[in-house]
């Protein structure tokens, strides 16, 4: 065991899942020689060679094009895209090929393609590089969207993703990579996919949050604690499909929700879970559920991050909003 | 070579680089010679100095913390700084992320410059009259962007063209291919930069295609494709003034090639060339440096000094003092008012946003 850093603990995983299974391939830009931009892939082809961890011509589309002409000959392909705000190139690949092939062939042909990009905000990149586009993906059927909050999960869910034979699209939070270290066991693992977390437990309110979010709830959730209030902390993990039981199991015994994402709130996912619980667990609600969420703009500009993203000041807001209700 | 044949590059790629000045400064291709008086050569020369010392004091800023995003531009000054001065500010520029000393030449005020770099909207904000739009990031979407704005140039009857700028990397995307195919389509007039600086980031050009030039990719939109020394500032500007002509005379569009070398690392936000480059490289590249060459030849010719080149470098590190001090002027960006810009029609949704962003903004 040794405490790894998300990015570290990502490296690791893609390293033995390469050396675990012949048919893994990691590619894309600038993931060779290079390492990643944010050195994920650090050391990868050194230790595995080009034939298996390769540099690409510049063109997302071409990235995922080739993903989805590997599967088809029986690879299991981990492209990387640079930055998730880049995702707009390769729409058509992710949500209208490899996505669709499944229902297309009718069944008689598997895409076990495994898509990583880093996403999110608060790290001052330039215009265009952050975002958190998760929903639009969130809303394709087909794809699994995984989204870790901290290293262990990391490393887990990535297993599960490369192994599943199913298409993921698997985002890393870029406030994340660098920002704790967790314990990692030097031995592979999985962490289930389709299935949240509770990373805290607690009786009086439920904050359901994903990636980036579900460590400013925890801090909520430690501040609100010196205040009286217990609150629960769910972390959705696999954001699409959801993982209906836990969030149902944890706003019954609280009776009340926040639900908190970095992205925009018109769409997002949030609104889906908002659905499920008023679907599903209404009549144990005492009070209207509480959404946290960026204002509906256009990712801003680099100086104005720390005023646009949700923190957990908005959230313990909120929380106390919805308890005193 | 003795006049750039358009009519004949578009089926023909040029085998051999254009180049006018070498390394030691002498002219190697009088035919060739930009019909260019005294003050316009060292007005280009100026501005080739203008962007080294902007290079070296955006990167000083940088690590003070003062500026934000910066990628550097040392070692294309000729390419950067030889093709914008064959232009005019009436033609339409589209940049891209390392392009900001073509787009200050054009006419965006430092400052601004400076702004985005820092991540502030004020940066974008151009006057009507500015033929321009901001940077690209979206590596490729500035070329598909450039035929349209070449298309309604055709459309208004100007005689003006766009141009625009994109790297070795930035062929690889569909949006280049898509680019220059719909302007020779429509024979638009438009003129399309690719600076090959050998690397996009870490990936090395060789490994972006197995074509072995850039240039030729033009053949198969049916448009000329020219490669050009992009260490040669009179190489660069002579290929950009034809083909401007030529465009503008309702030809259709041009493809330009420069070979060039950028000297520091991809961008300040974490790059380290040692992963993929040698020290070896950069040296040889930079025996080609295109300030040397230049400040050569004009110096023999009895029209630049070492004095003149000092007196000038500490006008521009002034400006750049004034730039930046301004810059940090400027009230810092509010949410309600990017609520305001996303929508000219504000529906009730955003309305209630800004009322509660007002709200909390003047606690
Ligand atoms: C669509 C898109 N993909 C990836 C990137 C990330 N990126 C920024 S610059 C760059 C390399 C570009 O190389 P090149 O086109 O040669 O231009 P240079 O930076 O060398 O001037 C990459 C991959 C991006 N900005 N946009
Ligand atoms: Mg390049």
Known sequence: MAKLSMVKAITQGLDEEIKRDEKVLVFGEDVGRNGGVFRATDGLQDENGEDRVFDTPLAESGINGLAMGLALEGFRPVPEIQFFGFVFETMDEIAGQISRTGHRMGGSRKMPITIRAPFGGGVHTPELHADSLEGLLAQTPGLRVVIPSGPYDAKGLLASSIRSDDPVVFLEHMKLYRSFKEEIPEDSYTVPLDKADVKREGKDITLVSYGYMVQESLKAADALAKEGIEAEVVDLRTISPLDEETIINSVKKTGRAVLVQEAQNQAGVMGQVASIIAEKAILSLESPIGRVSAPDTPYPFSQAEEIWLPNKDDIIEKAKEIVNY | ?363
């Open chain 2, 1 to 363: 070579m003795k006049k750039i044949d358009f009519e004949q590059l578009k089926s023909t790629p040029n085998t051999e680089t254009l180049s006018i000045l070498d390394e030691s400064g002498q002219v190697v291709n009088q035919d060739l010679m930009p019909d260019l008086s005294d003050e316009e050569l060292t007005e280009l020369f100026k501005q080739m100095v203008w962007s080294r010392v902007l290079n070296e004091r955006s990167t000083k800023l940088n690590r003070q913390g003062r500026l934000g995003f910066f990628a550097p531009t040392s070692g294309e000054e000729a390419s950067q700084i030889g093709s914008n001065f064959a232009m005019t500010t009436d033609d339409f520029i589209l940049p891209a992320y390392r392009d900001v000393p073509q787009l200050v030449q054009h006419g965006l005020p430092l400052y601004q410059a400076f702004l985005w770099s820092r991540g502030h909207v004020d940066g974008n904000k151009y006057p009507d009259n500015f033929n321009a739009v901001p940077p690209q990031i979206i590596i490729g979407a500035q070329y598909v962007q450039t035929a349209g704005v070449a298309l309604g140039i055709k459309k208004n009857d100007k005689k003006t063209v766009a141009y625009t700028y994109t790297g070795d990397g930035g062929t690889s995307q569909g949006d280049f291919y898509e680019g220059i195919n719909f302007a020779g389509a429509f024979q638009a007039p438009a003129i399309f930069f690719v600076q090959n600086n050998g690397y996009a980031i870490s990936v090395p050009r060789e490994k972006q295609t197995a074509a072995p030039a850039l240039s030729q990719k033009a053949v198969a939109a049916g448009i000329p494709g020219i490669q050009v020394d992009g260490m040669d500032a009179l190489a660069v500007y002579t290929a950009t003034k034809a083909a401007r002509d030529w465009v503008a005379a309702g030809n259709g569009p041009v493809l330009i090639e420069t070979l060039t070398y950028r000297y520091g690392p991809h961008t300040l936000s974490g790059d380290d060339p040692k992963r993929y480059r040698t020290s070896a490289e950069v040296d040889d590249w930079q025996r080609k440096d295109p300030l040397i060459r230049m400040r050569k030849y004009l110096t023999d010719k009895g029209i630049w000094s070492t004095d003149q080149e000092k007196v000038w470098e500490d006008e521009v590190n002034k400006q750049i003092d004034e730039a930046i001090k301004k810059t940090e002027s400027i009230a810092p960006q509010k949410v309600s008012d990017f609520l305001k810009n996303t929508f000219i029609d504000t529906p009730p949704t955003i309305k209630a946003e800004i009322d509660a962003y007002t709200a909390k903004e003047s606690d």
